[in-house]
């Protein structure tokens, strides 16, 4: 009996031993992948999942590339976060989702990543939000519009920018002020394009009914629109707005004027591309028929930028030799946002981080950063910031540069 109950102890010990030897190792696991600030000399990692490649929007992916290594250089100059350097983790997004997911998984579990920024197209986005379940990290988005985003409820993304439904409830009102009676949207097969076209249809039931809104859709990665706009050409609408991204959209504005349809509608931009390079594309696509051109956008030369952020808009401009537009002061913002949860926290674990972002109330390049967080079901108004107003603007000039843009709606 004594040597069964030897037996049963010694077990019960080793089993206490191997539990403690577990839980230890389980924290040291945490501390390593989550870096605690004392004592160490490891950098700050983030992750730059972004578009630098054709047929993804490589364009933005390049400016938002931008904006990580000017942070990172502007950061490190001042001796970093919390004494620790911070360093990039660089990936192309491309178009393929199981890919951008396997770049995430890479970039925390083998990087140890603290937060990320940079998902473009929401065909890409939304997957790797919803990735980070698995994979817990910091994301940032600003121009994915894909409502189910944020609508998804998602713990540890955060949304420094507009959604489809928020982005049509704007552009409608401008509609309204034009009066149109017939508009059309050609839009891309994706969860940004027939996301955004479907918020148009079912908004307008409820606040325009006697609007009357056509659609014809593309698949995203095509290069001839003739006969989508040929199509459209035959719907006789008052106004074309174009859901697409870059590169595509800058070949259908081209195309729209090759086959004269300027002479039977007038045309919208689904968002601000012509602005996101200074106008550079624009001008070099359309040249003089980029005149009179007009966008929807969520930044105007009478707003005002906040002084926390005039540093990095001198430096944004000595790199690209343009004036940053909004949604570029937007990823710098997360980036800020990231900074300040890291250095208040003192931890990178993605769960503190997360709790107090949720809370967060700084100033932002262009309005109050604050999160709303409606628990309804099915609402993207989660880890979602509000601070915006749209603006349509218009090329008066050959070659005028964004910044010289008429502010068309609201009337200044």
């Excluded at 983790?89 to 970039?107: G, I």
């Excluded at 070099?284 to 930028?305: A, C, D, F, H, Q």
């Excluded at 503190?352 to 390049?365: H, N, Q, R």
Aim: proline letters at 6%; a neutral charge.
């Amino acid at each position: 009996m004594k040597k069964v109950a030897v037996n049963a102890l010694t077990k019960s010990v080793a089993a206490i031993i191997s539990a403690l030897i577990a839980i230890s190792a389980a924290t040291v696991g945490v501390l390593l992948l989550y870096g605690g600030f004392q004592g160490t000399s490891e950098t700050i990692k983030i992750g730059v999942l972004t578009p630098l490649s054709a047929p993804a929007d490589f364009t933005s992916g390049k400016l938002i590339l931008s904006v990580a290594e000017i942070f990172r250089d502007y950061v490190n100059e001042k001796g970093g976060i919390k004494s620790r350097r911070v360093e990039l983790v660089v990936e192309d997004q491309t178009l393929d989702p199981a890919k951008a997911v396997a770049s995430l998984q890479r970039m925390v579990t083998e990087k140890r990543i603290v937060g990320l920024i940079g998902p473009w197209e929401s065909l890409i986005a939304l997957p790797v939000a919803r990735a980070t379940n698995d994979y817990p990290t910091i994301m940032f988005v600003t121009y994915s519009w894909a409502d189910a985003i944020t609508a998804d409820k998602p713990k540890y993304v955060f949304r420094v920018g507009v959604y489809n439904s928020l982005f049509a409830a704007h552009l409608l009102d401008y509609v309204k002020w034009r009066g149109y009676k017939h508009v059309a949207v050609l839009t891309e097969q994706s969860p940004y394009g027939l996301g955004f076209r479907d918020a148009m249809i079912s908004l307008a039931r409820e606040r325009l009914p006697e609007l009357q809104i056509s659609s014809v859709e593309a698949p995203q990665d095509k290069v001839d629109f003739s006969a989508e706009l040929l199509k459209i050409k035959d719907l006789k609408p008052q106004l074309l707005v174009v859901a697409f991204n870059l590169p595509a959209i800058a070949q259908i504005n081209k195309q729209f004027y090759e086959l004269g349809l300027d002479k039977q509608m007038e045309i919208i931009q689904g968002h601000d591309w012509p602005a996101w390079d200074g106008g550079k594309t624009w001008w070099e696509t359309l040249g003089e028929k980029g005149v009179g051109g007009r966008y929807p956008t969520y930044y105007s030369p009478n707003m005002k930028i906040s002084p926390a952020c005039e540093d990095f808009r001198r430096l944004y401009k000595e790199k690209t030799g343009a004036e940053p537009v909004h949604w570029i002061f937007w990823y710098w913002d997360s980036l800020r946002i990231l900074q300040k949860a890291i250095e208040d926290t003192g931890s990178t674990d993605p769960n503190v981080l997360a709790s107090y972002i949720e809370k967060i109330d700084m100033e932002g390049c262009t309005g109050r950063i604050r999160f709303v967080n409606d628990p309804t079901p099915g609402s993207p108004m989660w880890h979602q910031w509000m601070e915006m107003t749209q603006f349509v603007m218009e090329f008066t000039e050959l070659n005028q540069p964004v910044e010289k843009t008429k502010q068309i709606y609201p009337p200044p």
